[in-house]
């Protein structure tokens, strides 16, 4: 499985925008970039995905480095519920989620 | 969005017997559904895939005698724990991608602990 590296933790301030950053230097031609995102004592949720175009969509936007290498999840006006962890995962079609250990987000009032 | 739910939400068992968890997903059919398990502070960690009308496979180092799965039918999967010991407790997740499979919709978990 392709991996990707993500900072641990980051911290943010309520309604400033966040840049949570993903590397992903052996991401092959045919994977996908998801995130997805996983509150306190819940079962992860789907934020975005892409593959080469920048992404928008309500809850975030996805911005794809040209050659592929790294990401960036962009939430534009953070809020006390997106604290979370952030998942960047690799992947391919119908293939399985494989996790890593994502960033813990903190969301300051 | 799909959903998926997982039931129960939280499970308490005595040592020795045997918990079942359901995943259904309820506005689409799953041909194949995931299961996870997630120990506090850490990711989640696949534990097998579950293909209905036939058999799961499982992930390197799980063990299927311990952690029977059933994909019954096309919105129903299931998880039975047999024999559960206090190391099984954890935070069990089931997932499931409706159509090609891009976008995978998770359920809500299920927290067991063992006493």
């Known amino acids: 499985d392709a991996k990707t590296t993500q900072p641990n933790s980051m911290e943010s301030n309520e309604e400033e925008p966040v840049h949570l950053p993903c590397n992903h230097s052996t991401i092959s031609g045919t994977d996908y970039i998801h995130w997805y995102r996983q509150l306190p004592s819940q079962g992860p949720e789907y934020v975005i995905h892409g593959l080469t175009s920048n992404v928008n969509n309500r809850m975030a936007s996805l911005a794809i480095a040209e050659d592929r290498k790294s990401s960036t999840l962009i939430l534009h006006r953070a809020t006390l519920r997106d604290a979370a962890v952030y998942y960047c995962i690799l992947k391919q079609g119908a293939q399985k989620l494989v996790f890593g250990q994502g960033t813990r987000l903190t969301i300051n009032p | 969005g799909a959903v998926v739910s997982q039931h129960p939400s939280w499970v308490i068992c005595k040592s020795g017997t045997s918990v079942k968890i359901e995943c259904r997903s309820l506005d689409f059919q799953a041909t194949t559904m995931f299961w996870y398990r997630q120990f506090p502070k850490q990711s989640l960690m696949l534990m097998a895939t579950?293909?209905?009308?036939?058999?799961?496979?499982?992930e390197q180092g799980v063990e299927k005698d311990k952690f029977l799965i059933n994909h019954a039918s096309l919105t129903l999967s299931t998880l039975t724990v047999t024999s559960a010991h206090p190391e099984d407790s954890s935070f069990y997740i089931c997932s499931a991608p409706p159509g090609q499979g891009n976008v995978a919709f998770f359920g809500q978990g299920t927290r067991l602990t063992v006493v």
């Open positions: 579950s293909n209905e009308g036939s058999k799961a496979t499982y």
